[in-house]
């Protein structure tokens, strides 16, 4: 139970709620990471101490159940890790189906030495049912809502650019993000309608007809995409198909940025089928889902800053194909797992690991009113 206390007093820093529901979300997170999944019967059995697994389990419902963290504190908490003054951050969707349950979370992610972190998330439900998931893509007032309270947060100065995939375009989404000052770096479809030289409406693709496989081009000037001027880039990919992005600034790095978009589907693989399991969860309802789903993110976000750390001090072995044995998120995972596993003859090591984390800031505590500290 000592690391127990000991996680639960660095969380304690950061969650101004009841210590015994901190001390709960501690064995949750410790728990998670020994068994590596999301069922609460198998969280459950990896708590600490002697209390019988059903009675853990039950603790564990009634928490989902009953409490309703605020979603700031844990956006705080995974922030607090982050170092950097600005970020670039990343718009993404994953969805899975329970039955006859939908689920579709749009999330914001930071990007983060070669994976994107966990900040913020909306579940994706119908209009006149919140109760009820539904298929398919965000609308700009999801996106605004997400991104209002990344601002509110953390300050529009902290965002170095956004970028997202295919499905993240549309007028006023543009025009919103445009007007706030804030770049993007998103791709469009082939299909897509912009000026050519001419100020034409033209289909985008027939302005890169001639790229050759491998190639790159930059449109000169600006062009329009319905309202809103943009700079667009093209890119011939290996298969023949086009990749194009639009940008409000320096197009000439907006191809390179737009390749670390690929960073929040490896998020998503840590998440689930590499790491938590997390779409395997039998909880129905969304708001537990919710819950569930903000512990991983605390676990995730560790686990990374751990792997981060070690790789630091001793690099992780580079194969000869360029890329590492080891992902820095299952060099934390697996790190962190041996500790859990093994904790009477690591204890000191936990300490350690504990201290990846910040002591707590004003600067990330200033916009909430519950967390100003004094």
């Known amino acids: 139970m000592k690391a127990v206390y000991q996680l639960a007093g660095l969380l304690k820093g950061f969650f101004p709620i009841n210590f015994a529901r901190i001390v709960l979300i501690a064995q949750v997170v410790l728990a998670l990471i020994k068994v590596k999944t999301v069922s609460l019967n198998e969280l459950a059995a990896g708590f600490a101490g002697k209390t019988e697994t059903d009675s ?8 989902f159940k009953n409490f309703s963290p605020d979603p700031d504190f844990i956006a705080l908490f995974v922030a607090s890790g982050l170092p950097g003054d600005r970020w670039l951050l990343i718009i993404d969707r994953t969805n899975w189906e329970f039955g006859k349950i939908k689920i579709n979370i749009l999330m914001l992610a930071v990007v983060y030495k070669g994976v994107a972190v966990p900040l913020l998330w909306k579940f994706l439900t119908k209009k006149d049912n919140p109760d009820i998931g539904k298929k398919g893509n965000s609308n700009t007032e999801e996106r605004k809502e997400l991104m209002t309270q990344f601002v509110r947060l953390f300050g529009k100065e902290r965002i170095e650019g956004v970028t997202a995939d295919r499905e993240f375009i549309g007028n006023h989404w543009f025009i919103r993000l445009k007007n706030n000052n804030i770049n993007v770096v998103i791709r469009i479809r082939a299909n897509q309608y912009v000026t050519n030289s001419r100020g034409i409406s033209a289909g985008v693709s027939s302005l890169f007809r001639n790229l050759k496989i491998g190639e790159n081009r930059i449109l000169k000037g600006l062009r329009k995409i319905g309202d809103v001027k943009v700079f667009v880039c093209g890119m011939r990919l290996p ?6 992005v639009v940008t409000f600034d320096a197009p000439e790095k907006s191809l390179e940025i737009y390749a670390r978009r690929w960073q929040i589907e490896t998020m998503f693989a840590c998440l689930k089928t590499r790491g938590f399991g997390f779409e395997s969860t039998h909880l129905k309802n969304f708001d537990r889902i919710d819950k569930l789903l903000g512990i991983v993110a605390i676990a995730f976000v560790w686990i990374y800053l751990i792997g981060d750390s070690s ?3 001793k690099s992780i072995k580079v194969k000869k194909h ?7 998120f299952r060099h934390g995972f697996d790190h962190l797992r041996r500790i859990l596993l093994n904790m009477s003859e690591y204890i000191d090591e936990f300490a350690e690991v504990i ?7 004003k600067y990330f505590f200033k916009s909430h009113k519950l967390c100003e500290l004094k």
């Open 355 to 361: 201290q990846v984390f910040s002591v707590p800031s």
């Open 311 to 313: 790789d630091e001090i």
């Open 56 to 63: 853990n389990e039950r603790r564990m419902r009634r928490f």
């Open 239 to 244: 298969g023949g198909e086009l990749l194009i």
């Open 322 to 328: 360029g890329y590492r044995a080891e992902s820095i």
